[in-house]
């Protein structure tokens, strides 16, 4: 994308709350449409997040519109700058994409740890915890974050929450006797549970259905309420990834911020 500066052109300062930013220039071109607009801010944001990326490494290659620009950003570096990476998918649908562009994909038994992991949220706070989930891919998105040392979110603006919980939780529950586990949900949640897809139920890569929270905007501890919610048999996961994130790009018509969390891995 023309006029784009990547993440070693930011100018770097500590904000007020003690977290790293980076922040670029405008970077769309004139007369793009507001829908246009969002999606090379998307681009863009994706693309960035690649330099967090270099050679040799195990890539953790998340799922989602935004993160799907990085993966095809990698693909293009492997082909054309010769790149050397590995990467490990967190969905069906990005193991199809990574293989179309020639990204070497490494089985679970050649994994011992992964350099970095690089995917989407949908809501993320001032504590870099974040809602996830939003496309299904929860738990395999968990378990990639899990064994890597560090993690880069790509987001927008939008995304940005002073207290998680207006995005729906989406908690993974096994189908056998989901009805209990979605009773047990609804109690602890101040707003509706539902399964995804109603009659027509949403089903995970893993087979499971998705329970969607409706909390509110209420989360305000969601570390305990990530381990209240692990706690009910029938959960095979829950959307609230806390004390994962490392680093947030967030891309926007204005331009690009890239924070870095003050005592992450990657400050």
């Known amino acids: 994308m023309g006029g784009l500066s990547i993440i070693r052109q930011f100018e770097n300062f500590v904000?007020?709350?003690?977290?790293?930013?980076?922040?670029?220039?405008p970077y769309p071109p004139a007369g793009l449409s507001i829908v246009d607009e969002v999606e090379a801010a998307k681009q863009a944001a994706g693309?960035?997040?690649?330099?967090?990326?270099?050679?040799?490494?195990?890539?953790?290659?998340?799922?989602?519109?935004?993160?799907?620009?990085t993966v095809i950003e990698l693909g293009r570096r492997m082909n054309d700058e010769g790149l050397n990476i590995r990467g490990v998918p967190t969905s069906i649908d990005t193991e199809q994409l990574a293989s179309s562009l020639g990204i070497p994909l490494i089985a679970w038994d050649e994994v011992?740890?992964?350099?970095?992991?690089?995917?989407?949220?949908?809501?993320?706070?001032?504590?870099?915890?974040?809602?996830?989930?939003?496309?299904?891919?929860?738990?395999?998105?968990?378990?990639?974050?899990?064994?890597?040392?560090?993690?880069?979110?790509?987001?927008?603006?939008?995304?940005?929450?002073?207290?998680?919980?207006?995005?729906?939780?989406p908690v993974?529950?096994?189908?056998?006797?989901w009805e209990v586990t979605l009773r047990h949900l609804q109690e602890m949640c101040p707003g509706v549970a539902s399964r995804r897809g109603g009659a027509e139920p949403f089903i995970t890569d893993n087979g499971n259905y998705i329970i969607d929270c409706n909390f509110g905007v209420s989360i305000t501890d969601p570390v305990k309420l990530e381990t209240d919610i692990q706690g009910i048999a029938g959960v095979v996961e829950v959307g609230l990834f806390t004390h994962m994130a490392d680093a947030?790009?967030?891309?926007?018509?204005?331009?690009?911020?890239?924070?870095?969390?003050?005592?992450?891995r990657l400050a």
């Open 15 to 25: 904000n007020h709350l003690g977290i790293r930013q980076m922040i670029c220039s």
């Open 47 to 69: 693309v960035a997040a690649c330099d967090f990326v270099s050679d040799g490494m195990d890539v953790g290659l998340g799922t989602g519109s935004t993160v799907r620009y």
């Open 112 to 169: 011992d740890r992964l350099a970095v992991t690089i995917d989407g949220a949908d809501e993320f706070d001032s504590e870099f915890h974040l809602i996830k989930g939003g496309g299904g891919a929860l738990t395999r998105e968990k378990i990639v974050a899990q064994v890597s040392d560090a993690m880069v979110v790509v987001t927008d603006p939008r995304k940005d929450v002073g207290t998680l919980g207006k995005f729906p939780l």
């Open 172 to 177: 993974e529950v096994i189908q056998f006797g």
């Open 248 to 264: 947030i790009v967030i891309g926007s018509p204005q331009g690009i911020e890239v924070r870095i969390k003050a005592d992450g």
